[in-house]
């Protein structure tokens, strides 16, 4: 029996979000805790699931309150290291009318891109169903070898392996070495979410059908390239499936990818078969699941604020 449901290591951040103008006519930012791996964490939290958190933030106020969010929402934080010698990353996002959003980080270097390989708890890899990790772990060492080192404890384990890629362009040098470091972990993935902006920086395909049969061809087991407001494919041996939208407003899409992720991840939890038996119907019932979730997450602002509750999610069900 597995201690945790999910495991997850990357980065933990604050979103200082665009939450309108000031009376001097200047931009007001809102403190809100962020990081794709925690979100994920936090959505699955509050669906009820065992979650653990291994990074890095710094022992400054922004570190002190990311550890305090993180314990509220009943994440083991016993992976998180406060290291004194360095900032806490900050990501700065603004959004357009329609929700969509633009980043600049605070990250030169960032605590989380500090994380060295004998920082990470091994106990937590051998002890979680799954591991999931992004991209933004590979951007700068030390953190990009102790990803792999996880990756190498997690998959000897048995471990279900889940990868975001969650591209952000001004963190890498260059789309090429974007695109090189991102594919670096493919041969350790089972399961992978992407969106229709990224399958070209993960495979060398453009169109999201092509990239799915690539990455089931490469080995990956299941495939979901999110469509924006317009739904999901899927993938698995069996072939391509599209997964309708669930309605939502969007008021801020922050964190929408990481809820659809936490949806997904949290049906593959809830299964008792393992992942190569699940159909590709089954694998369509997960993306309408995590689609709800999404819908749900966009109705609100920031991105661990606006994870749902299993209960949120089936009321939206409900209503489909």
Known sequence: ?????????????????????????????????????ANVLTGLSRMHFQTAFIGKVGSDLNGRFLESVLKREHVDTSGLIVD?????TLSFVSLSEDGQ??????????????????????????NTKIFHIGSLSLTNEPSRTATFSALETAKKAGCIISYDPNYRASLWPSEEKAKEEIRSVLPYIDVIKLSEEETDF???KKDPK??????????????????????AYVFNREGCVFAPPVPGHAIDTNGAGDCFCSGILSRICESSKLLDD??????????HFANAAASCCIEKHGAIPSMPTLEEINQRLSTV
């Open 210 to 231: 092509a990239a799915g049969k690539f990455l089931i061809d490469y080995g990956v087991k299941a495939v979901f390239i999110t469509l924006g407001k317009n739904g």
């Open 278 to 287: 699940l159909s590709l119907k089954e694998l369509s019932q997960y993306a």
């Open 202 to 204: 993960v495979t060398p």
């Open 101 to 126: 959003r633009s980043f600049s980080f605070a990250r030169k270097p960032g605590a989380d891109t500090m994380l060295r390989r004998e920082e990470v708890k091994d106990d937590i890899l051998r």
């Open 1 to 37: 029996m597995k201690m945790y449901d999910v495991a997850a290591l990357g980065e933990l951040l604050v979103d200082f979000t665009d939450a309108g103008i000031s009376q001097n006519g200047m931009h007001l930012f809102e403190q809100n805790p962020g990081g794709a791996p």
């Open 84 to 88: 004194p010698n360095y900032f806490t």
